[in-house]
């Protein structure tokens, strides 16, 4: 499968973006969709994911509140609406595709399968 995330940009502080991600490849199958971010010289944070199937949601406490994960499954496409944007959520954003993780370890990056590219977002003050 390949992941094409897309949406990133540029924005100022309270501001609003949505980053897609969509599956492509043949039969999508997924137990877990979710998104990190990563900034140079640090390790990639876990931000939302979502059950494939349930739509059940989990998110970072530093963003619980302003990010909504949600996903179409006909479209195999997975969203991030990111409200209230702060300078701290500037970092490349990844989708990645977890095939049989558990829920205990949806945070843990390795429990993903396959990435996306990763998409740019800037948050100015």
């Known amino acids: 499968v390949q992941l094409q995330a897309s949406g990133g940009g540029s924005v100022q502080a309270g501001g609003s973006l949505r980053l897609s991600c969509a599956a492509s490849g043949g039969t999508f199958t997924a137990r877990f969709m979710g998104w990190f971010r990563q900034v140079p010289g640090k390790e990639r944070e876990f931000v939302a994911a979502?059950?494939?199937?349930?739509?059940?949601?989990y998110y970072a406490d530093s963003v619980k509140g302003r990010f909504t994960i949600s996903r179409e499954k006909v479209k195999k496409t997975v969203y991030l609406q990111m409200n209230s944007l702060k300078p701290d959520d500037t970092a490349v954003y990844y989708c990645?595709?977890?095939?049989?993780?558990?829920?205990?370890?949806?945070?843990?990056?390795?429990?993903?399968?396959?990435w996306g590219q990763g998409t740019q977002v800037t948050v100015s003050s």
């Open positions: 979502i059950n494939w199937s349930s739509g059940i949601t």
């Open positions: 990645a595709r977890s095939s049989s993780g558990i829920v205990g370890l949806v945070r843990i990056s390795t429990t993903y399968d396959s």
